[in-house]
Nanobody, 115 residues
Framework: QVQLVESGGGLVQAGGSLRLSCAISGSFFSIYTVDWHRQAPGNERELVAS???????TYKDSVKGRFTISRDNAKNTVYLQMDSLKPEDTAVYYC?????????WGQGTQVTVSS
């Protein structure tokens, strides 16, 4: 059974930073593609950042230069470093892992940025 557990969310002032973590249980972590998605109230869930098994990264345009996704294969963990946070970054952030066509989601962690 694959489980994803997110942590690191919270309340921060605009301009501040948070680091989210996504710990993935089970084997074969190194061959997962892992994404961070977010969903604000009344909005659809959207892709924020993605990291491939080889470490290639992609970002939503509005977070480029502010967010950094990374992975530590020894710890089975993917991180999302979020700097220069804005109120519009407020959302529940979800981790998603994909391997061999199977998709797994975490339960989400709330990020609230106050102005």
């Amino acid at each position: 059974q694959v489980q994803l557990v997110e942590s690191g969310g919270g309340l921060v002032q605009a301009g501040g930073s948070l680091r989210l973590s996504c710990a993935i249980s089970g084997s074969f972590f190194s061959i997962y593609t892992v994404d961070w998605h977010r969903q604000a109230p009344g909005n659809e869930r959207e892709l924020v950042a993605s990291i491939s098994p080889g470490g290639s990264t992609t970002y939503k345009d509005s977070v480029k230069g502010r967010f950094t996704i990374s992975r530590d294969n020894a710890k089975n963990t993917v991180y999302l470093q979020m700097d220069s946070l804005k109120p519009e970054d407020t959302a529940v952030y979800y981790c998603k892992a994909v391997r061999l066509g199977n998709v797994y989601w975490g339960q989400g962690t709330q990020v609230t940025v106050s102005s």
